[in-house]
């Protein structure tokens, strides 16, 4: 296989994981992978946003109050706004094809209310991955902040990839930004993006099976002039 090929098939296999094993990643391996992503670009070469590795009783502290967020209902004011509101209908059938992709591949039916409370839940235990990882920006950074910090995420997505790991970017956790910065000691001044799950994939998890779809080129890209 060329290096094209190589490329192409590994974006091409790059997937959102949801189970792992528990088989540790090696701290020079974790920080090899950041090293590689933090190779994206960057308007003025700024490199905006950190991530947190967070560990132990620190971890296991932050997943239980933010179970127990969700289950009360409590979710915080985000810190920035990721999805349009209201949703478009077009998005929206988007938002629900990959959903029905999901609980599909668990065999969790649309009126299973337990089942997908059960699955959505696991997005605060960080799919018990080996790494979790918790990713801020400076809330004085603009927008171009996040489009930077974006190209970063992927690249360690891809990074992770090229070295036999997965990985798993998670919204949910920018629904809890303040309990978030209680539990890590951040300033109120550090905008909480999202979570990250990192380490090696389950292969026998059905959960793993999820494949969703990508939208048709002619319906994002057209030729002007």
């Not at 070469?45 to 991530?51: A, H, K, V, Y």
């Not at 127990?68 to 094809?97: C, H, I, N």
């Not at 070295?163 to 809890?176: E, Q």
Request: glycine letters at 8%; charged letters at 15%.
């Amino acid at each position: 296989m060329n290096s094209s090929d190589a490329f192409s098939h590994l974006l091409n296999e790059r997937r959102s994981v949801r189970a792992y094993l528990p088989t540790p990643v090696a701290h020079d391996l974790l920080c090899e992978v950041l090293a590689l992503a933090r190779r994206a670009p960057s308007g003025a070469n700024l490199q905006p946003g950190t991530f947190m590795a967070v560990q132990g009783a620190t971890r296991d502290q932050l997943c239980a109050a933010l179970v127990q967020s969700w289950r009360a209902g409590a979710q915080e004011k985000e810190d920035y706004d990721y999805f349009p509101d209201p949703m478009p209908l077009t998005l929206r059938r988007r938002q629900v094809a990959a959903a029905q992709a999901l609980y599909g591949a668990l065999g969790v039916t649309r009126d299973d209310r337990a089942g997908r409370d059960a699955q959505f839940e696991r997005n605060f235990h960080f799919f018990d991955a080996p790494v979790a990882l918790v990713v801020t920006l400076p809330h004085d950074f603009g927008s171009g902040g996040y489009m930077d910090l974006g190209m970063t995420l992927y690249g360690l997505m891809l990074a992770a990839q090229a070295k036999g790991l997965a990985t798993c970017a998670i919204g949910a956790m920018a629904s809890y930004p303040s309990l978030i910065r209680k539990h890590l000691g951040l300033a109120a001044t550090s905008h909480i993006v999202c979570g990250m799950a990192l380490g090696y994939a389950d292969p026998a998890a059905a959960v793993n099976q999820t494949q969703t779809t990508r939208c048709a080129l002619d319906e994002y890209f057209q030729v002007i002039g």
